[in-house]
């Protein structure tokens, strides 16, 4: 396995290692589980190279705290990387990637896809994500990219970044599944920022969304909403910041439950400091 730095070593070797094969791009922000590991296999399997980057992108914080608390331990994913077949790491540091002011700047429009759920919640953080994604996707110019359903928005911006934005790049864009624990609490990399009882907690997250799964035809959308809100907010631990119903991969407000195939129920969660998200399919 081959880590680089910078830009330029990366695309020096590439141009000598790498002519004709297929390659696959992970981006991830490091502290990296199980979730990442599923992405890694699947890629390898589908791809004769695989790149995971570990970047922790400041410009997609739009909190101090929670930049400054963000789990990195490079020496533990370098080690799991190398155990887990990947070919190429790059790690750069922020000045590799943003030169300039200039270049912290995202210049696309993505319309509703950034003003509902995460990107009403947490302004400016979705222009962080496609601009690094953006500048990460030109650099390493891959064939196939590999992204998690924990992160359905995200996933759905990054859709859109490549086939509306990025297309002469001619980048397929893959989602995977959601990785859980046993107790079904979806793998993040903040979760190692939880204490025990509030670890214990969390699990009511997933818990209460395969509940909503089973049940949500027993209600309409405000009554399930309101459901879903009182048994997260009855633990101690737990405070919810929304829950809603939306379209794939439109991400159109439901309503009603008959209009619509494919609805996601999506959930942003307070724990103490940790800001955890989940999502299910209803339907
Ligand atoms: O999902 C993440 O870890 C990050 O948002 C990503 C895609 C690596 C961009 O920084």
């Known amino acids: 396995m081959q880590v680089f730095e910078t830009v330029l070593s990366l695309q020096n070797y590439f141009k000598t290692e790498f002519n004709g094969k297929s390659i696959a791009f992970i981006p991830t922000m490091g502290a990296l589980h199980q979730g990442h590991l599923s992405l890694i296999k699947r890629a390898k399997n589908e791809n004769d190279i ?6 922790v992108n400041p410009t997609q914080f739009n909190n101090a705290n929670d930049l400054k608390n963000y789990p990195r331990n490079l020496d533990k994913d370098l080690k799991l990387l190398e155990r887990n077949n990947c070919d190429l790491v790059f790690t750069p540091s922020v000045s590799e ?12 429009n993505f319309g509703k896809i950034v ?10 953080h979705f222009d962080g994500v496609a601009n690094v994604v953006s500048r990460l996707f030109k650099i390493i110019k891959p064939d196939n990219a590999y992204f998690g359903q924990k992160d359905f928005q995200q996933y759905i911006l990054i859709k859109t970044l490549a086939d509306k934005y990025l297309s002469d790049l ?13 107790d079904g609490l979806a793998m993040s990399s903040r979760n190692v920022l939880l204490s025990p009882e509030q670890r214990k907690s969390a699990a009511l997250i997933s818990q209460t969304l395969f509940w ?6 027993k ?13 997260i907010n009855a633990d101690k ?16 407000e439901i309503t009603n439950w008959g209009l619509e195939q494919k609805i996601v129920a999506c ?17």
């Open 237 to 252: 631990y737990l405070k919810i910041e929304y829950i809603e119903f939306v379209s794939d991969p439109e991400l159109n």
């Open 170 to 182: 001619n980048i397929q864009v893959h989602r995977c599944p959601i990785i859980r624990e046993e």
């Open 115 to 124: 003003e509902v759920m995460e990107g009403k919640f947490r302004p400016g």
């Open 267 to 283: 959930i942003a969660v307070q724990v103490g400091d940790v800001r955890l998200i989940d999502n299910i399919y209803l339907s």
């Open 219 to 231: 209600y309409t959308v405000d009554e399930l909403k309101k459901q879903i809100t009182n048994k």
């Open 50 to 55: 695989v790149v995971v980057s570990i970047f």
């Open 97 to 108: 990637i943003y030169p300039d002011e200039n270049s912290k700047k995202s210049t696309y």
């Open 212 to 217: 909503a799964k089973d049940n949500y035809q």
